[in-house]
């Protein structure tokens, strides 16, 4: 008792002499030094609920009109934590496990009152409202931590159906809380070899570390993820999950972005060495040429140097087109209206469109979007690749949609086509100069495209189902 020999006690009796006794038999326990005081009426012992100041609370069963189960179901509506003992005249065994339920540490009969039974109904009283304090102090903080994570903190059922989420899952999947908890962890997942390695790594491993997957948000949006899970207790058939899920989605895309600059800047490094060491002999061969122009005066012999001359051309031409192409594109910005400039683009596709018989679909917000914009270099980007989405497509089947939007303060360009799509694999090649699957194409106009939006700091995704078609959404800052 000396860890708790100086607590605080408040008795409530509305009779004197109980109080009187019962205080007695406190005060009779070796080493004590309690402070204890007295409270007669109801309404006086609620109030000194609400004030909390005490450690231990005696409350007599009758207390006029008022009983102690009252006074217990009042401060069970508090929240109250500090122990309450509830005293009686008799015995009663429905009163006592009534007392229980509504969160009493102990049921008293003053006739059957001893001092060692008042010791031990004291100590116990105190060790366990401590032991609890000390839990709900833990379940705060751990509530705390998991209701506010930026990240979606879980718990589900061996089966993986969710039984628990944080209110994060609406800002990363787009799902209500409720919503989720009818749902299946591997519903989420976008690949199906994924799922099924998810529920043979919880079969077999018991746990999933810091595991790189792609999640479908309730927009159909694809959700790059690391996520950890844990199998908690060895009895299977009873065993729960716990896990987390942390959104890189933004550090995917920075990473991408990186990629592609790093992937133009090595090309670019390469076209200009090559064009240094080809111009330089092409120089002499086109020199060489035009002199035995003005020497050599036989026909067939000119004719011959004719070809020469024009495709030392077509090469010099080429050369200047692939250095443009790999050098970073120089802008004279300004601001512009982009839904002008998607006129301009529509404009210069439409007799392509009309001869395809490919159907048109143009969506505007209704304020103006102005971008930062060198409006033609801009156009002939967009319009590269509306053409791509016009080649990609059948004709008379083909429906080509352009729209507009304004999302987060930035204008959102989407060009979607229902053409033929475009392989994972070869969507991470996309913007690789060279890389083309036309029979006659240079595999340079995506390139171009990417060099003009890098410049006007413009974010570029790309998603794609084969048979299916491709969506383009292209991220402008605001003015």
């Given at each position: 008792m ?6 605080t ?5 509305d009779?004197?002499?109980d109080?009187i ?30 004030s909390?100041?005490k450690?231990?609370?005696f409350?007599d ?7 102690g189960?009252?006074?217990?179901k ?37 006739t059957?009152l ?19 304090k ?9 509530r705390?931590?998991f ?27 787009g799902y ?7 749902m299946?962890l591997?519903?989420l ?14 079969q077999?491993?018991?746990d ?10 309730k ?5 790059y ?14 065993g729960?999950?716990?896990g987390?899920i ?22 670019g ?5 090559i064009a240094?060491?080809?111009?330089n002999?092409?120089?002499?061969i086109?020199l ?10 036989e ?6 140097m ?8 077509r090469?010099s ?8 192409t790999?050098?970073?594109s120089?802008n004279?910005?300004s ?13 210069a ?5 009309t ?19 060198d ?11 509306v ?12 429906q080509?949609?352009?729209s507009?939007?304004?999302i987060n ?13 475009i392989?994972?694999?070869?969507i991470?090649r ?9 029979r006659?194409?240079?595999?340079l ?28 959404t ?6």
């Amino acid at each position: 008792m000396n860890q708790h020999s100086d607590a605080t006690i408040l008795i409530i009796d509305d009779d004197e002499d109980d109080f009187i006794i019962t205080s007695e038999y406190i005060q009779s326990i070796p080493g004590n030094s309690f402070n204890i005081s007295w409270c007669k009426s109801y309404n006086d012992a609620i109030k000194e609920l609400h004030s909390a100041k005490k450690d231990l609370y005696f409350v007599d069963y009758r207390l006029g009109a008022k009983s102690g189960v009252d006074f217990l179901k009042e401060a069970l509506k508090l929240n109250f934590e500090e122990p309450i003992v509830l005293l009686t005249g008799k015995g009663n065994y429905e009163v006592d496990i009534q007392a229980m339920q509504l969160g009493a540490v102990d049921y008293l009969v003053k006739t059957e009152l001893t001092v060692e039974k008042m010791e031990r109904c004291i100590r116990y009283a105190l060790e366990r409202a401590a032991t609890l304090k000390a839990l709900k102090a833990n379940e705060r903080k751990y509530r705390s931590i998991f209701e506010k994570s930026k990240d979606v903190v879980f718990v589900a059922d061996y089966a993986l159906n969710f039984k628990d989420v944080n209110e994060a899952v609406k800002g990363l999947l787009g799902y209500d809380k409720d919503e989720v908890l009818e749902m299946n962890l591997s519903n989420l997942i976008d690949q199906a070899q994924h799922k099924k390695f998810l529920q043979n790594a919880i079969q077999h491993r018991n746990d999933v570390n810091d595991w790189e997957v792609i999640l479908n948000t309730k927009d159909d949006e694809k959700k790059y993820c690391i996520l950890t899970v844990t199998l908690e207790e060895s009895d299977k058939t009873d065993g729960y999950v716990q896990g987390i899920i942390h959104d890189i989605t933004n550090l995917k895309k920075v990473e991408k972005a990186t990629l592609q600059g790093e992937k133009l800047a090595a090309a670019g490094r390469l076209v200009r060495t090559i064009a240094h060491e080809v111009r330089n002999p092409l120089n002499n061969i086109t020199l060489s040429v035009e002199q035995l122009q003005q020497d050599i005066k036989e026909e067939g012999a000119q004719l011959y140097m004719n070809i020469i001359q024009r495709n030392g051309k077509r090469i010099s031409d080429l050369i200047s087109e692939l250095l443009n192409t790999s050098r970073p594109s120089e802008n004279t910005l300004s601001d512009q209206i982009l839904q002008n400039i998607l006129d301009d683009v529509i404009a210069a596709s439409i007799d392509r469109l009309t001869l395809k018989h490919i159907k048109l679909q143009v969506s505007y917000p209704s304020g103006v979007q102005v971008i930062s914009a060198d409006r033609e270099k801009l156009k002939l980007a967009l319009l590269n690749i509306v053409i791509n989405a016009v080649e990609a497509m059948e004709e008379q089947v083909g429906q080509l949609s352009i729209s507009l939007q304004n999302i987060n303060n930035n204008a959102v360009v989407m060009i979607a086509d229902n053409g033929s799509g475009i392989s994972d694999e070869n969507i991470s090649r996309l913007f690789e100069p060279y890389f083309t699957q036309k029979r006659n194409g240079m595999g340079l106009g995506l390139t171009f495209t990417l060099n003009i939006l890098q410049a006007h700091k413009a974010a570029i995704e790309v998603s794609s189902q084969q048979g299916k078609g491709t969506t383009f959404t292209i991220t402008f800052p605001l003015a």
